[in-house]
């Protein structure tokens, strides 16, 4: 059992590891967004959030106290993660470091994928892990055994993949990455719960695009579709406010069967039209699915 979500108080996950939950909650961002101290002496602030008002600004102050900052990096460029970056960076005296660069603030160091980086004899492993996010990075700790996925990996729902910055080949080869990772024992998500069963749950959402991805070819089996259909169809089990999210992702499945030759579009568009596009089997590939 992790420690639940609080937002009136720093909770203890490990040794090495703090976490404050961003109070923003919502459908995209779970319970809120959670920023992750991780050092003693001296720290990484992980995942900074959002610039809502001086609330988490104070209570990321408060929990650093007297240690030092690193740096201050935000997981990936949405922006439930990074806007209270800059001024995180000026409390501190403290660099932003980013895995490239962002048009909504400056990057102080842009880390590589491999990077290993220290603050106070604490290292983390920056590992390049796109699909959800282009510039999207995940940090392994390996002295806990832990791992910061961003939102790659979370226990409380599964990632929009929203192109183009979103892509399916990308995601799937991003959770083959981590689930390659040794000894794993703990994952602690940007959103929702730490996670225990880490390899469990990483083949869960392995899975789970595997099973969209054969719905999407179910679908199309018994005739082109444009995209509204085809959410409304496979999506069966979400709250239809979620809808255009999962459209966004279904897009990506699209996408990728697209580029692999087994489905095509009756007309190219620009991505303001992609509701208007009718997707179908290729001759190649059709074949007769279930009844709907």
Do not use: C
Not at 224 to 250: C, E, F, M, N
Request: glycine share 8%.
């Amino acid at each position: 059992m992790t420690p639940p979500i609080s937002y009136d108080s720093v909770v203890r996950l490990s040794p090495l590891v703090r976490r404050i939950t961003e109070h923003n909650p919502g459908l995209f961002t779970g319970p809120g967004t959670n920023t992750h101290l991780v050092g003693a002496s001296s720290l990484f602030v992980l995942d900074p959030g959002e610039d809502r008002d001086d609330g988490h600004l104070e209570r990321i102050v408060a929990a650093v106290g007297e240690a030092s900052v690193e740096a201050v990096i935000p997981s990936h460029g949405h922006p439930d993660h990074w806007p209270l970056a800059p001024r995180l960076a000026q409390a501190f005296n403290a660099p932003i470091w980013f895995f490239g660069e962002h048009p909504g603030f400056r990057t102080d160091r842009a880390f590589a994928d491999g990077e290993v980086i220290e603050a106070d004899g604490v290292r983390l492993e920056a590992l390049h892990t796109p699909g959800h996010a282009r510039d999207h990075v995940s940090f392994v700790l390996g002295e806990e055994r832990a791992l910061f996925p961003g939102d790659l990996v979370m226990g409380w729902s599964t990632s929009i993949i929203a192109p183009p910055d979103g892509d399916l080949g990308q995601y799937l080869r991003s959770l083959d990455r981590l689930f390659a990772l040794p000894n794993l024992e703990v994952l602690y998500p940007a959103h929702g719960d730490a996670i225990a069963a880490p390899y469990e749950r990483i083949r869960e959402l392995h899975a789970h695009r595997e099973l969209r991805t054969r719905q999407v070819l179910e679908w199309l089996a018994q005739g082109a579709s444009p995209i509204g259909p085809l959410v409304a169809g496979i999506y069966t089990d979400v709250d239809r406010k979620l809808h255009p999210a999962a459209a966004q992702s279904l897009l990506a499945h699209l996408l990728a069967l697209e580029a692999a030759g087994s489905i095509d579009r009756t007309a190219e568009t620009d991505s303001a039209e992609w509701n208007q596009v009718v997707w179908r089997l290729t001759r190649e590939d059709h074949r007769q699915g279930p009844e709907r």
